[in-house]
């Protein structure tokens, strides 16, 4: 069992940053692929980010790409989500999500993953 808190989140206007965090709990963190999804009111979930646990390889969204950056720390079991250049269309409550190394199936399909976190609200504002 793996629990993750998000933590970070809040208004910014357009052209801004913030950094997310989420910090995990419970079964060594480094045995996990780590994802983050983001959710705006009345859409699906869609896919952000994700970086493997051993390598530290990335996958992006092509709406964030080169905007913004995942990385994680597992020494902290920490894995964190920088947003630069924000836009009004990133506005969203963004979640953390782990799945188990052994999983298989598309690092972007959030039906691949096991554990979720409560959710942060990122709004930005024109």
């Known amino acids: 069992q793996v629990q993750l808190v998000e933590s970070g989140g809040g208004l910014v206007q357009a052209g801004g940053s913030l950094r997310l965090s989420c910090a995990a709990s419970g079964r060594t963190f480094s045995s996990y692929h780590m994802g983050w999804f983001r959710q705006a009111p009345g859409k699906e979930r869609e896919f952000v980010a994700a970086i493997t646990w051993s390598r530290g390889s990335t996958d992006y969204a092509d709406s964030v790409k080169g905007r913004f950056t995942i990385s994680r720390d597992n020494a902290k079991n920490t894995v964190y989500l920088q947003m630069n250049s924000l836009k009004p269309e990133d506005t969203a409550v963004y979640y953390c999500?782990?799945?188990?190394?052994?999983?298989?199936?598309?690092?972007?399909?959030?039906?691949?993953?096991?554990?979720w976190g409560q959710g942060t609200q990122v709004t930005v504002s024109s």
């Open positions: 999500a782990a799945r188990d190394t052994q999983s298989s199936g598309s690092y972007s399909s959030g039906s691949t993953y096991d554990y």
